[in-house]
């Protein structure tokens, strides 16, 4: 059974720092998307980023791009987003998802895989 665990959610002050993890166990995805979306009250989910291995293709979106950085640890099965630069407005329930064929990174329909999210607040 195919699990994502994530972790490191918190509150932070805004311009602070946090590292999210996303712990998979039950099958590995290398080679397969694997991204971080988030959602905040009222709005629909948004993919953040993704990839398919470690310094390989990956996806930003525009919201976090020269903020935001991911990457995968394979030997620990886990996808991780360094947060730098927070803002109030990123301050929402982060998920980790991942995909069980190959594919577009940023198409949604990818992911089938999902972890129960982490919250994060930022504060102003």
């Known amino acids: 059974q195919v699990q994502l665990v994530e972790s490191g959610g918190g509150l932070v002050q805004a311009g602070g720092s946090l590292r999210l993890s996303c712990a998979a166990s039950g099958r590995t995805f290398s080679g397969y998307p694997m991204g971080w979306f988030r959602q905040a009250p009222g709005k629909e989910r948004e993919l953040l980023a993704a990839?398919?291995?470690?310094?390989?293709?990956?996806y930003y979106a525009d919201s976090v791009k020269g903020r935001f950085t991911i990457s995968r640890d394979s030997a620990k099965n886990t996808l991780l987003l360094q947060m730098n630069s927070l803002k109030p407005e990123d301050t929402a329930v982060y998920y980790c998802?991942?995909?069980?064929?190959?594919?577009?990174?940023?198409?949604?329909?990818?992911?089938?895989?999902w972890g129960q999210g982490t919250q994060v607040t930022v504060s102003s």
């Open positions: 990839n398919r291995w470690s310094g390989g293709a990956t």
């Open positions: 998802a991942a995909a069980s064929t190959p594919g577009g990174l940023a198409d949604n329909k990818n992911y089938d895989y």
